[in-house]
């Protein structure tokens, strides 16, 4: 009787394991191609300020009224300090950046960079089907340090 309820709680496991995968990969949620662009538009648009490593740093002195403002860091352990989900990046991104110049790029280009950023921060990997801000809220952006 003990033997049999333990291989039965083993097979509910087992089957619990495989509910949370298959929740999982609802959530990944972008394509290589988008997080690709996204990483030439984050050359070209955001490390200036957030640095080539992403580690971010003060803004430079060609951004004048901006000039010595902290750049929070977009990957790393204080990644994005006060944003929790990838919809947020993106909103984030959108209206305030880049900061010299909000909302100069495409919504395809901050969705591209927002897949880029997701990606280099491990918090979903591409599933080959173009990102959509509705999976986007799904993706959280965990805070472990705090
Ligand atoms: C001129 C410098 C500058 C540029 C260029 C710039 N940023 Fe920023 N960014 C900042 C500064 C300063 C902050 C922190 C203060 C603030 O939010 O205004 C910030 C904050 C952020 C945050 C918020 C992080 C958090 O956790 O609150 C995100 C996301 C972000 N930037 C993304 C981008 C992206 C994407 C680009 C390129 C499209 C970009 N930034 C370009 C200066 C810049």
Redo the contacts with the bound molecule.
């Keep these: 009787m003990r033997a049999k309820s333990a291989s039965r709680s083993a097979a509910l496991q087992g089957v619990l394991a495989l509910v949370l995968l298959t929740a999982g990969a609802t959530a990944l949620a972008y394509t290589e191609s988008q997080a690709n662009n996204g990483r030439l538009?984050?050359l070209d648009?955001?490390a200036?300020?957030?640095g080539r490593d992403l580690r971010g740093g003060p803004?430079p002195a060609q951004?004048s009224e901006?000039a010595g403002?902290?750049?929070?860091a977009?990957a790393g352990p204080d990644r994005?300090?006060?944003?929790f989900s990838a919809m947020q990046?993106l909103a984030?991104?959108r209206t305030?950046?880049?900061?010299?110049q909000p909302d100069s790029?495409t919504t395809e280009e901050y969705l591209e960079?927002t897949a880029f950023?997701v990606k280099v921060n491990g918090l979903a990997a591409p599933n080959g089907a173009p990102v959509t801000t509705e999976e986007l809220t799904k993706i959280s952006v965990p805070h472990p340090a705090r």
């Design positions: 538009l984050y648009h955001c200036a300020c957030h803004v951004f901006h403002d902290h750049a929070f977009l994005l300090p006060g944003l990046v984030y991104a305030a950046m880049p900061q010299q790029l960079l950023l």
